[in-house]
């Protein structure tokens, strides 16, 4: 049931040693292009000089937003900005070329940096995500190996379908609605509950409970889990979920896992 720890504690969209090579690279940037300004204005004339000052204002600034832009699209997080519509915004930027030491220019994002800040929910590309919800099969043709008893022969089934989502949305098979059984539905609210509210996840914090019941109401509303068994968490749990209802800025999209 291996499963990379660097994918299960993947806490933002870039692996921080990515996101530090981005970080210097962007300081690279500026750099040179104050050196590349340095060098321009011990040729110009006082007149020009102001119109150069005013230029390399603009261009620093420009470097200075980008940066924190995609500091805050690297979080995975909803918030207003779609990171699709950032990195447009980025890669639009009207900053003049910078080329490396090997005379080919220096990209604002590469291809594999772009691909993992336009996610749009979570911190896994398709390709970690794909490794991810391999862990489901990997458990059930284990726990499927033991030898139950009869009342509990059908464990290695509920197991395997405790991501399944009634709208097809969850893994390994996609099932939907009546294809669930009652027991992987449970499963499925008391899972999602347990990854939003657990103290031990060193990938995030725990969720207060008032949110994570609002944020079950939320996956109920979209048809995800059993609106149900989430009024019945509510009863289970002794908690009211209506100081948050309608901040949808409290609802986080990093995968539970």
Same mark, same amino acid.
């Given at each position: 049931m291996y499963i990379d720890p660097a994918i299960f504690l993947k806490e933002r969209k870039l692996y921080p040693e990515d996101f530090e090579k981005l970080q210097l690279r962007l300081k690279y940037l500026r750099r040179? +292009?104050? +050196? @590349?300004?340095? +060098?321009?204005?011990?040729?110009?004339?006082? @007149?020009?000089?102001?119109?150069?000052n005013e230029e390399r204002e603009r261009t620093i600034k420009e470097i200075i937003e980008i940066s924190k832009l995609i500091e805050t699209i690297n979080i995975p &997080?909803? &918030?207003?900005? @779609?990171?699709? &519509?950032a990195i447009s915004r980025i890669l639009s930027a009207p900053l003049p070329p910078v080329q490396g030491i090997d005379n080919e220019p220096i990209p604002l994002l590469t291809q594999e940096e772009i691909e993992n800040l336009k996610i749009k929910r979570g911190s896994l590309n398709a390709k970690e995500r794909k490794e991810m919800e391999q862990h489901v099969v990997r458990s059930y043709d284990f726990v499927r190996r033991i030898p139950w008893p009869a009342e509990y022969s059908h464990?290695?089934?509920y197991i395997k379908v405790h991501?399944?989502?009634?709208?097809?949305?969850?893994?390994?098979e996609g099932l939907r609605g009546a294809q669930i059984p009652l027991q992987g539905r449970i499963i499925a609210v008391a899972d999602v509950y347990d990854a939003l509210t657990a103290a031990d996840r060193p990938y995030k914090k725990a969720v207060p409970i008032p949110k994570a019941l609002f944020i079950l109401d939320d996956e109920a509303a979209r048809g995800r889990l059993d609106s149900g068994l989430v009024q019945l968490m509510h009863l289970l749990v002794g908690e009211d979920s209506c100081d948050t209802a309608g901040d949808k800025a409290l609802i986080p999209s990093a995968p539970v896992r």
């Open positions: 040179s +292009l104050e +050196l @590349d300004f340095a +060098l321009r204005e011990s040729h110009l004339q006082k @007149d020009a000089i102001q119109r150069l &997080t909803v &918030t207003e900005i @779609d990171p699709e &519509t464990i290695p089934d991501h399944e989502m009634l709208d097809g949305s969850g893994y390994p």
